[in-house]
């Protein structure tokens, strides 16, 4: 805790040069609860006008350092987008496939989040992102237009750390275009 006892320590960092219309956040959970409920708590803040969410998938990282998406109920942005598709091509555009389990990012959508890594990979922030979750905790993984949205910074409050890193509108935008089309080729 810090000197003020009602504001929990919360370590922020962010890197990465860009336009800044997007923001991957990556959030620290020591237990999977935890994680759960800042999912739960930021869909009930999305709300397309002035909080726009566009993805966001929940983790564990095995003792080993594996990441293993968790089972989510999908909720779809005002554009029809399911959070579950559009966070787990990011998982796999962001975090380098030796610690990606093998369900993290399958069928087409794994295909697609190949592509766009080669396209955008980004050394120094997926090393950041990498320590981001330790082994046997559990993260969230969000792509959010507005960051400092109180709403937002509110539902993830519990977390032991944030790392937030802005993300070029067109690599936002070809997320979330191999997301459409995932969804549409598993449709």
Do not use: C
């Not at 350092?65 to 109920?73: D, I, N, S, W, Y």
């Not at 960051?147 to 067109?170: F, Q, T, W, Y």
């Amino acid at each position: 805790m810090s000197d003020d006892s009602n504001t929990p320590d919360l370590e922020v960092n962010a890197a990465a040069v860009s336009d800044g219309a997007y923001t991957l956040l990556v959030a620290d959970f020591s237990d999977v609860g935890a994680a759960w409920e800042a999912y739960e708590a930021l869909r009930s803040v999305e709300d397309g006008r002035s909080v726009e969410i566009e993805g966001v998938i929940v983790v564990n990282r095995s003792a080993e350092g594996r990441l293993e998406v968790q089972k989510a109920t999908d909720h779809s942005t005002r554009s029809g987008l399911r959070w579950g598709v559009v966070g787990g091509i990011a998982l796999g555009v962001i975090f380098p496939p030796s610690i990606l389990g093998s369900a993290a990012v399958a069928g087409t959508a794994g295909a697609l989040a190949g592509k766009l890594r080669q396209r955008h990979h980004h050394g120094e922030l997926e090393q950041q992102l990498e320590n981001a979750i330790p082994p046997g905790h559990s993260g969230l993984l969000a792509l959010v237009s507005d960051p400092g949205e109180v709403r937002i910074r509110k539902a993830l409050e519990r977390a032991d750390a944030i790392v937030a890193s802005a993300i070029d509108k067109v690599e936002a935008e070809d997320i979330k275009a191999a997301a459409k089309e995932a969804q549409e080729e598993d449709a």
